[in-house]
């Protein structure tokens, strides 16, 4: 059964930086893509950047230069640097993966974290 733990989040002033991190459990960050992605109040859930298998990683324009994904492959974790953060930047993190049996695929996703940023 995959699992995704997601933890770091809290309250942090402008400019300030967090670090998030996604634990997995059943499959392996470092064979299958994973994903973070954040929903504010009354908004849509967006993506916000993936890291894929080879280890290349991708982001929305709005946290280009400002958020980091990396993973730690015996920790089988995926870390969201976020420095430099913006009240806009306040929503619940998500992260994402996918897998599959054969050639079913099924998504999964961790419960969230709160991130809030204060003016």
């Known amino acids: 059964q995959v699992q995704l733990v997601e933890s770091g989040g809290g309250l942090v002033q402008l400019g300030g930086s967090l670090r998030l991190s996604c634990a997995a459990s059943?499959?392996?960050?470092?064979?299958?893509?994973v994903g973070w992605y954040r929903q504010a109040p009354g908004k849509q859930r967006e993506w916000v950047g993936s890291i894929n298998a080879t280890g290349s990683s991708h982001y929305r324009d709005a946290v280009k230069g400002r958020f980091t994904i990396s993973r730690d492959n015996a920790q089988n974790t995926v870390y969201l640097q976020m420095n430099s953060l913006k009240p806009e930047d306040t929503a619940v993190y998500y992260c994402h993966t996918v897998s599959n049996r054969g050639s079913t695929w099924y998504e999964h996703w961790g419960q969230g974290t709160q991130v809030t940023v204060s003016s």
């Open positions: 059943g499959t392996s960050v470092r064979n299958n893509p």
